[in-house]
T-cell receptor, first 117, second 115 residues
């Protein structure tokens, strides 16, 4: 199957600082990448959808100025949590897909656990 | 709007017994349906999908799912459970008319297989 990586897998930062999370598709070119947030014992909440070379589409209620998404290439998308606060602590998961390769399924990264102190 | 319901928070089954994890959906038009599994502190792994064709879909690790249009269900099944199947299972749906392949996930069902 397709492989998607995330870096870092775990990050602790102080309140007010910014954190960048990378999502890479390792063996395919991802035309679309997604960013999800998962709270403990809860489902995945889609935050935004990004296509290479274009601005991300954010879901309702997600602050686009706080969660900056950049999809600079067909293999890399980044999520930057700006001015992080303790309530931003969560498990962030990315997924990727390709219209040209896959029949509709998304492939997920291993996730990044963010803890803001 | 699309939605997915997983009515059971947890399913308990003894190793070697058959298991079923339930999923029902609501979507406009024909659905694309998926099952994913998540192990602790990990991302989701794709198990299987239904797009069109046979109602019984076979996937990874011996799992299968049956699409039932009249009951709008897509239950996940396995004939003989393993302790290693213990994990969190998510059902997801995408409507045919949804742009950007957006998936809507259920709340998840925790499967616990006892030795």
């Amino acid at each position: 199957g397709a492989v998607v990586s995330q870096h870092p897998s775990w990050v602790i930062c102080k309140s007010g600082t910014s954190v960048k999370i990378e999502c890479r598709s390792l063996d395919f070119q991802a035309t679309t990448m997604f960013w999800y947030r998962q709270f403990p014992k809860q489902s995945l909440m889609l935050m935004a959808t990004s296509n290479e070379g274009s601005k991300a589409t954010y879901e309702q209620g997600v602050e686009k100025d706080k969660f900056l998404i950049n999809h600079a290439s067909l293999t890399l998308s980044t999520l930057t949590v700006t001015s992080a606060h303790p309530e931003d602590s969560s498990f962030y998961i990315c997924s990727a897909t390709s219209d040209r390769v896959f029949s509709y399924e998304q492939y997920f990264g291993p996730g990044t656990r963010l803890t803001v102190t | 709007a699309q939605s997915v319901a997983q009515p059971e928070d947890q399913v308990n089954v003894a190793e070697g017994n058959p298991l079923t994890v339930k999923c029902t959906y609501s979507v406009s038009g024909n659905p694309y349906l998926f099952w994913y599994v998540q192990y602790p502190n990990r991302g989701l792994q794709f198990l299987l999908k239904y797009i069109t064709g046979d109602n019984l879909v076979k996937g990874s690790y011996g799992f299968e799912a049956e699409f039932n249009k009249s009951q709008t269900s897509f239950h996940l099944k396995k004939p003989s459970a393993l302790v290693s199947d213990s994990a969190l299972y998510f059902c997801a749906v995408r409507g045919m008319n949804t742009g950007f392949q957006k998936l809507v996930f259920g709340t998840g069902t925790r499967l616990l297989v006892s030795p």
